[in-house]
């Protein structure tokens, strides 16, 4: 179910599989292998062995000279299930503390639900770790300049984990926006629906889920301290008190690509709306959102609105896309490739059918005519034919694999330089963050994105 959990874009249909040309660019690969010599092996720990601990150990262990040391979990059941899988001489703590404080772990990997991003994060940069986030980077936005301000001051190497962005697909796009293929981008827009208990976040929980097997005092952190609650633990992202909702999970996902794409900071204004719909179930986050937020004109693009939607109770028919928008054409993203396609208007506006020149006096239809016809050549009336280009990203290729390739790199080097540093993180966290506080507040958020800070407005 993870493809699924994890998927905000899909396919435009067999429909819209399109022509490619010979002068579009062909597939690349984003890393190239390396060969790794023993002293320059990376040692690295998970910190959190859920869902997406699992899958992203394993992706990083797909990259030459990693070597998993440790791992920590809160559920004794994950810590059992790390031998088995990885290796039964693994370390296994709870205590995520006992893993920064080994001298053999260059990097960690935190994977653990969102309130404890930048604790945990804060804590490794200070121990000198390099550190690999998953996305979102924070859980409440007062916390990212903290962050921000620990790495730059650890000179250690951070990437965050929203990995789509380490694609061929993603780069195609940038190279698209950036060579104006499709004009000036003005509109965006994405949904990703689902209609199943596992997609909306009821995941299992074992039968011998205790105070005894859970360290549910620790999970807790600084949320409201309340009873055990094993729906709570294996389930988080149902809840506000540690997970960031559809926003967090999904939204993040498109908005660290458009502005890896677009060289956007961010936006400036977010407004939200939704409800819960159909997961009745205690959850406090909704499983119906819509948010509209609205990008200033920088230096790399005009000012461009984006749309995202997620109905978790869609039981119609689901067609997820992605479409950048300018106006000379748009990109669509698929699941492993794009569709380019080109139009133009003629220069000319043309006149007849459904428009005003027939309700003229016909003297003043001539007159309309003969000026029309001085001002637009034969040539000027006719449009460029719709050009249209499929890009496929290579079978083999695996973002995954090539994200934390970039962060290995990173870390060989010494460099603070990662695809998705902090700061970049922070741009996309944030105004997913906004999206959920203009929900609960039913108000409009207003964002500072070269500043990265909230404006209060009167």
């Not at 909306?200 to 889920?209: E, F, L, Q, R």
């Not at 999904?250 to 997961?279: A, D, K, Q």
Request: charged share 30%.
């Amino acid at each position: 179910m993870e493809s699924n959990r994890r998927k905000f874009i899909k396919g435009i249909g067999a429909a819209s599989v399109l022509l490619a040309t010979d002068s579009f660019a062909k597939p690349f690969n984003i890393i190239k292998n390396m060969k790794v010599s023993p002293n320059d092996k990376i040692r690295i720990a998970t910190i959190g062995m859920g869902i997406q601990g699992h899958n992203d150990t394993r992706s990083a262990l797909k990259n030459e000279g990693v070597e998993l040391v440790a791992a920590a979990d809160l559920y004794t059941g994950r810590l059992t299930r790390v031998k088995e899988v990885f290796g039964k001489d693994i370390f296994t703590t709870r205590d995520y503390r006992e893993i920064l404080n080994r001298k053999d772990i260059d990097a960690v990997l935190v994977v653990t639900p969102d309130h404890w991003h930048d604790r945990i994060t804060i804590d490794a940069l200070n121990a000198g770790k390099s550190v690999y986030c998953e996305k979102p980077m924070v859980q409440k936005i007062e916390r990212g300049k903290g962050v921000i301000e620990a790495w730059k001051k650890s000179g250690k190497t951070m990437q965050v984990g929203s990995q789509r962005i380490s694609s061929s697909v993603f780069e195609e796009a940038k190279k698209m926006v950036q060579a104006g293929d499709i004009g000036q981008v003005n509109y965006i827009e994405s949904n990703n629906d689902r209609f199943n208990s596992i997609g909306a976040w009821n995941y299992s929980i074992p039968t011998d889920a205790s105070p005894e097997t859970v360290d549910w005092d620790t999970f807790l952190h600084d949320a409201p301290k309340r009873p055990f609650d094993a729906t709570r633990f294996f389930r988080w992202r149902n809840y506000r008190d540690y997970g960031t909702g559809v926003a967090g999970d999904l939204f993040v996902h498109l908005i660290t690509g458009v502005h890896y794409i677009t060289g956007s900071y961010g936006p400036n204004r977010i407004v939200s709306s939704g409800e819960l719909s159909y997961w009745k179930d205690g959850r406090d986050v909704p499983d119906v959102l819509v948010s509209i937020l609205d990008y200033p004109k920088n230096e790399k693009h005009d000012q461009f609105q984006m749309v995202l939607r997620v109905n978790f109770a869609n039981a119609g028919a689901i067609r997820n896309n992605t479409r950048i928008i300018g106006n000379e054409g748009q990109i669509d993203i698929l699941d492993n490739g794009l569709v380019l396609s080109k139009k133009k208007l003629p220069k000319a506006p043309g006149y007849g059918g459904y428009d005003s020149h027939f309700t003229f006096a016909e003297s003043e239809q001539e007159a309309f005519k003969k000026q029309y016809d001085a001002k637009y050549p034969e040539a000027d009336r006719k449009a460029e034919p719709v050009k249209e280009v499929k890009f496929d990203a290579p079978k083999t290729e695996d973002s995954h694999k090539n994200h934390f390739a970039n962060f290995f790199e990173n870390v060989r080097k010494g460099s603070q330089g990662t695809i998705e540093d902090p700061v970049f993180g922070f741009r996309a966290a944030a105004p997913v963050l906004a999206c959920n506080e203009s929900y609960f507040q039913q108000k409009i958020i207003h964002w500072d994105p070269i500043e990265m800070k909230l404006i209060k407005k009167k």
